[in-house]
């Protein structure tokens, strides 16, 4: 089992809908956790970071965290064609380790 | 702006050869990471380094080296390349292990 999973997708939604994007883990001594955007050719850049249960919300970006279920989500309202790349999960386990990430389109 | 660069931004090589990938940074971060990224894998850790004098292997560190050679420059070694090592590799630094990583450009590595 891999320690960081999510759906490679591509996940494909209407301009205007909301994405959302999955994100489960192996291990529960893990503290905190992150999303990353990546746009293709490019290098990732933090959005959101969580750390404790419940939701965080910047913007049009929400980070859920259900640290009993094991899981951390990310909903991105009101989607946009530039909102289209990979979103990459990441956790700490001491290390940080990454998801392989989910490929986000986003069609005007 | 403080940044994290790389050089090469892309590289061909042949089987064998010796390869150093470097990284450097203005952010004055203590923390400096090397990873690759593989289609499906994602992004895998290499090496990371604390500071100057701590050196620590990664997830994936067998046929690499590093070299941290002040605390802004970090080096990737690939002593023999071969062509399973074709990726895209990336730098990152960080201030604590407890907060976001910043990620250098990348270097396009192709081992024929």
């Known amino acids: 089992q891999k320690e960081v999973e999510q759906n490679s997708g591509p996940l494909s939604v209407p301009e205007g809908a909301i994405a959302s994007l999955n994100c489960t883990y192996s291990?529960?001594?893990?503290?905190?956790f992150f999303w990353y955007r990546q746009y293709s050719g490019k290098s990732p850049e933090l959005i959101m970071f969580i750390y404790s249960n419940g939701d965080k919300e910047d913007g049009r970006f929400t980070a859920q965290l259900n640290k009993a279920s094991q899981y951390v989500s990310l909903l991105i309202r009101d989607s946009q064609p530039s909102d289209s790349a990979t979103y990459l999960c990441a956790v700490r386990v001491g290390d940080m380790r990454f998801g392989a990430g989910t490929r986000l389109t986003v069609k005007p | 702006d403080a940044d994290v660069t790389q050089t090469p931004r892309n590289r061909i090589t042949k089987t064998g050869k010796r390869i150093m990938l470097e990284c450097s940074q203005t952010k004055g971060h203590d923390r400096m990471y090397w990873y690759r990224q593989d289609p499906g894998l994602g992004l895998r850790l290499i090496y990371y380094s604390f500071d100057v004098k701590d050196i620590n292997k990664g997830e994936i560190s067998d046929g690499y080296s590093v070299s941290r050679q002040a605390q802004a420059k970090f080096s990737l070694s690939l002593e023999s390349a071969i062509p399973n090592q074709t990726a895209l590799y990336f730098c990152?630094?960080?201030?604590?292990?407890?907060?976001?990583?910043?990620f250098g450009p990348g270097t396009r590595l192709t081992v024929l």
């Open positions: 291990d529960r001594g893990s503290q905190s």
């Open positions: 990152a630094t960080s201030v604590n292990r407890a907060v976001e990583q910043f």
